[in-house]
C-alpha cells in the first residue's frame, strides 16, 4: 500500500493507543519501503507477553487506566539518566501545593554533598489519581555529579521514593590511536582455529597465541571474536554461539586443561589418563568439513574431572572462593541450571521437562544441590577456570602491545530455557520470542527463539541485568560488539504461535542503555560497536554516533539505490569490513556460493535464476564502484575470475580510504577460504558455526604457523596502507 502513516480512525482506537503507551508499535516500514500496520491479534498477543490484558475492551479500558494511574501515581520514574557535566532535570509528580525535596546515595554508599534545587509544580494539566489531583514539578542533578550508578531519594510531604540514577558520560570517547585515524584488527570465529594442541576445537589459550601472534607478526590491535557466552554443561553444545544459556558468564568448553595451574599437581597416573583423552581427539584438528564440539566435550570434560579432583593450594582455593562471592547470584544459578542438566538431562519444552515443573526455589532443586554438591562446586570451577583463562588471554593481547585486545561479541538474547530464563523468569517476556522481519537477505523473516527482555522490567529494576552484562564482558576485553544493536531501540517480538512475518516492534529506552554503554566503556577505557545492518532506521546511526559508538560498515551493505557507496563517503564513526559472519568469505561470494547455497536448501521464495540474476547485478555494482575509484583497472573488471584475487585485495585496498574508525580483515579471506559460517533461516540444514579454518583447496590451516603465510601477511600489509 501507498500510505505511510496510520489514520486518524486507527490511532484513535482504545487498542493502539494501549500498545502505543506502551512502546509497542503498531505498524512500520521494512526495508523496501514497504509499509505495514500491525494486526489486532498480534498486538493482544504482544501485549499479553508484556503481562498486559488486552483481551476485550473492557480489559483494554482498564489496562490504559492502570499504566496512568500508575505513572501519574509514582513520585519519580523508577530509572533516571543523567549526563556527567550537565545539569538534568527530574519530573515528579506532586500535589498542587507540594514542593518536593531530594538527596541522592552514591554508588559508593556516601551522601552527595552538592545542592539539589526542587522546582513547583509547572503549570502542566492535573491528573486524578486516588482522588487527588497530581502535577509535574522537578528537580534538578547538577552537573558536578560524578558518574556512577546512584540512587535518587525524592520526597513530597510525608512519602519518600527512590530512583536508580545512572550518571554517565554523554559519550564515549574516541581512543586516542582513533581520533586521527584508525586501528585495524582481524576477525575470526575461535572454535573454527585450531592449533596442534588444541582438543580439536580452538580454546582460550589458542586465543592467547591469536592476539599475540597477530600484533606482533601483522601490526594488528584487536581481534573481533565470535561470543564466548555461556553454554550446555553436557552434549549435544548448541553450536550457535548467538544462542547461549547465559549471557553474563564465560563458555568453559573453551578451557585448555593443560594450562590450568592445578594440572601441574597431577600425578603420573593422572596426568597419563588425560594425555590419553588429549590423544583421542586429536585427529579432530586436522578434520576439515566440521568442528565437532561434542566428541572434544567427551573428552575434555573427563580430562577437566581428574584436575578438578585433584584440589587446590591454599591460595588458589582462596581465589576460587573470592571468584564465586564476586560472582554471586549469576554463578549460582548457571551453577545450579548445568547440575540439574547433568543430572536430570537436556533442558527441553515439553511440560514435564524440569525446567517447567521446577523453579529455582524447589525442594527438588535444593535436594539436588545437597546430593550433588561435588558437581555443583565443579560447575562453578569450570567457570573460575574459563574465566581466568580468558582474562589471561586479554591480559597477554596487552602485554603483546595491542591497544584493543578482544572485541568481544554479545548475543541479543538468550536460549529461551537457560539459566538467566529459568532462574530469572521476570526479567523476560512470556509468550513471545526475538527475530526480525523479511527483508532482502531473508525474504521470510527469522525467529531466533529468544526470549526478549522486559522493558517494563528493565525499567524497574534499574535495569541491572543489563548493566552487569556490560559489565562483565568489558572485564574481559577491551572492545564490546553489540549483536543487533537496533535491539537497545526496538525488537521485532514474535508472539507464541505465529510466523517470523507476523510479529511487532517493541520499543525500548535506548538513552538509558546506551548510557550504560558508555559508562562501562568509560571506566574499562574501551570501545563499543553496535552492529546495525538489517532493517534499521537512519536515526539509529545517528544515534550511535552521538554516543562515541561505532556501528558497522560492511562493503557488500553498502549500497544506495543499486550502486555502491565510494569508500569514501563511508561513516566514521563505524567498524569497516568486506563482509560478516552470515555471507561467505570473499572469495565464495564472488562465486556465489551463497545463491547456490539459498538454492540447495530451499530458501528462496521465487525463482533460482531471479535470484541469481540479482546476485550478479550486485556483483557487477560492486566492480563498477571499485573500477570507478581506481581499486581495480578494466582487464580486472572484465576477466574475474582470473583476477579473484586482486578483486578481493582492491576490496580490502578500499577501507583504507574509508574514514572508518576501526577496520577488520577476516581471517577466512586471508586463506581463502569460501564457506560461509551461517547461513541465516537454517538450523541442521547447514553446519552453521561447525565449519573448521581450510584454505581455497580444502586444506586445514593451523594456528601455529597460520601468521606465517604469505597470504595472510599479504592481506595484513594491505590492512597496513603498505600495498
Known amino acids: 500500500m501507498s500510505e505511510r502513516t496510520e489514520s486518524e480512525e486507527r490511532l484513535a482506537r482504545p487498542l493502539i493507543q494501549l500498545a502505543k503507551l506502551t512502546g509497542i508499535a503498531t505498524s512500520y516500514v521494512g526495508m523496501s519501503h514497504d509499509y505495514h500496520e500491525i494486526e489486532d491479534d498480534v498486538l493482544v498477543a504482544v501485549l499479553g507477553a508484556l503481562g498486559i490484558d488486552a483481551s476485550n475492551d473492557a480489559a483494554i479500558k482498564q489496562s490504559i487506566r492502570q499504566i496512568l494511574d500508575e505513572r501519574h501515581g509514582r513520585l519519580v520514574p523508577y530509572t533516571v539518566l543523567h549526563n556527567v557535566g550537565s545539569e538534568s532535570r527530574v519530573l515528579v509528580n506532586v500535589g498542587m501545593t507540594d514542593v518536593p525535596s531530594a538527596t541522592i546515595t552514591l554508588e559508593n ?63 564515549v570517547e574516541l581512543l586516542d590511536e582513533m581520533k586521527q585515524g584508525h586501528l585495524w584488527g582481524w576477525m575470526a570465529q575461535l572454535y573454527s582455529l585450531r592449533s596442534a594442541k588444541s582438543w580439536g576445537v580452538g580454546d582460550f589459550v589458542d586465543l592467547a597465541n591469536l592476539l599475540k601472534d597477530a600484533k606482533r607478526k601483522t601490526g594488528a590491535d584487536f581481534t573481533l571474536i565470535n561470543p564466548v557466552h555461556a553454554a550446555e554443561p553436557v552434549s549435544p553444545l548448541t553450536p550457535s554461539p548467538y544462542l547461549p544459556i547465559s549471557r553474563s558468564l564465560v563458555n568453559f568448553t573453551y578451557i585448555r586443561p593443560e594450562a590450568i595451574e592445578e594440572y601441574k599437581l597431577l600425578g603420573a597416573e ?25 566428541a572434544m566435550w567427551h573428552a575434555k570434560m573427563q580430562a577437566l574431572w581428574i584436575i578438578f579432583k585433584a584440589g587446590r593450594t591454599a591460595e588458589r582455593q582462596r581465589a576460587f572462593a573470592d571468584f564465586c562471592e564476586k560472582t554471586g547470584e549469576d554463578l549460582e544459578a548457571y551453577a545450579t541450571w548445568c547440575l540439574c542438566y547433568d543430572k536430570w538431562g537436556a533442558a527441553e519444552g515439553t511440560p514435564d521437562n524440569w525446567t517447567h515443573r521446577f523453579t529455582k526455589d524447589s525442594p527438588e532443586v535444593n535436594a539436588l544441590r545437597e546430593q550433588f554438591p561435588d558437581t555443583l562446586n565443579f560447575y562453578r570451577w569450570l567457570e573460575w577456570i574459563a574465566t581466568e583463562q580468558l582474562d589471561r588471554a586479554q591480559k597477554s593481547a596487552r602485554e603483546a602491545g595491542m591497544r584493543i585486545g578482544v572485541m568481544a561479541d554479545m548475543a541479543v538474547g538468550v536460549h529461551p530455557l537457560g539459566s538467566e530464563a529459568w532462574w530469572y523468569p521476570e526479567r523476560f517476556a512470556k509468550g513471545a520470542t526475538v527475530g526480525a522481519p523479511p527483508d532482502m537477505f531473508n525474504q521470510q523473516g527469522q525467529d531466533w527463539s529468544q526470549p526478549p527482555l522486559n522493558p517494563i522490567a528493565l525499567n524497574r529494576t534499574g535495569y541491572k541485568a543489563y548493566r552487569d552484562m556490560v559489565h562483565n564482558m568489558f572485564t574481559h576485553a577491551g572492545a564490546v560488539r553489540i549483536d543487533h544493536i537496533l535491539g537497545l531501540f526496538r525488537l521485532w517480538w514474535i508472539p507464541s504461535g505465529h510466523k517470523a512475518n507476523d510479529g511487532a516492534y517493541v520499543h525500548y529506552d535506548s538513552d538509558v542503555m546506551l548510557g550504560i554503554l558508555a559508562l562501562e566503556a568509560s571506566r574499562a577505557d574501551g570501545v ?109 573488471a572484465v576477466d574475474r575470475k582470473t583476477h579473484e584475487a586482486d578483486i578481493i585485495d582492491a576490496q580490502y585496498r578500499a577501507l583504507n580510504d574509508s574514514p572508518c574508525k576501526l577496520l577488520a580483515a577476516s581471517i577466512t579471506d586471508a586463506v581463502g577460504e569460501k564457506r560461509t559460517q551461517n547461513q541465516p533461516g537454517t538450523n541442521n540444514e547447514y553446519p552453521n558455526w561447525r565449519i573448521p579454518l581450510a584454505d581455497g583447496n580444502g586444506n586445514v590451516v593451523k594456528l601455529d604457523d597460520m601468521f606465517d603465510r604469505s597470504d595472510v601477511q599479504h592481506l595484513a600489509a594491505i590492512m597496513r596502507n603498505e600495498r
Not at 547538577?142 to 535518587?152: I, K, M, N, V, W
Not at 553496535?530 to 549500497?559: M, N, R
Not at 552470515?582 to 531471479?610: I, Q, S, T
Open 270 to 294: 593422572s596426568l597419563s589418563e588425560i594425555r590419553e583423552l588429549f590423544t583421542s581427539v586429536e585427529p579432530l584438528n586436522d578434520q576439515t568439513e566440521i568442528v565437532d564440539r561434542d
Open 528 to 636: 563499543v560497536v553496535g552492529e546495525d545492518l538489517g532493517v534499521v532506521p537512519e536515526y539509529v546511526a545517528s544515534s550511535l554516533s552521538s554516543h562515541g559508538l561505532l556501528g558497522c560498515a560492511v562493503e557488500w551493505f553498502e549500497q544506495f539505490d543499486g550502486k555502491f557507496r565510494s569508500p569514501t563517503d563511508w561513516r566514521e564513526y563505524a567498524l569497516a569490513s568486506v563482509n560478516t559472519h552470515d555471507l561467505p568469505p570473499a572469495a565464495g561470494y564472488l562465486e556465489l556460493e551463497h545463491v547456490k547455497l539459498r538454492e540447495r536448501l530451499g530458501l528462496l521464495e521465487g525463482p533460482a535464476e531471479d535470484f541469481e540474476r540479482s546476485a550478479m547485478a550486485e556483483q557487477d555494482a560492486m566492480i563498477s564502484m571499485l573500477l570507478d575509484n581506481g581499486y581495480i583497472n578494466k582487464d580486472e
Open 109 to 171: 554508599g556516601q551522601e552527595y554533598q552538592g545542592e539539589i534545587l526542587p522546582d513547583a509544580g509547572d503549570g502542566s494539566a492535573a491528573y486524578l489519581v486516588d482522588g487527588q489531583f497530581v502535577v509535574t514539578a522537578s528537580v534538578a542533578i547538577p552537573a558536578d555529579l560524578p558518574e556512577g550508578y546512584h540512587t535518587l531519594h525524592v520526597t513530597v510531604g510525608d512519602r519518600t521514593e527512590d530512583a536508580t540514577l545512572i550518571s554517565a558520560p554523554a559519550k
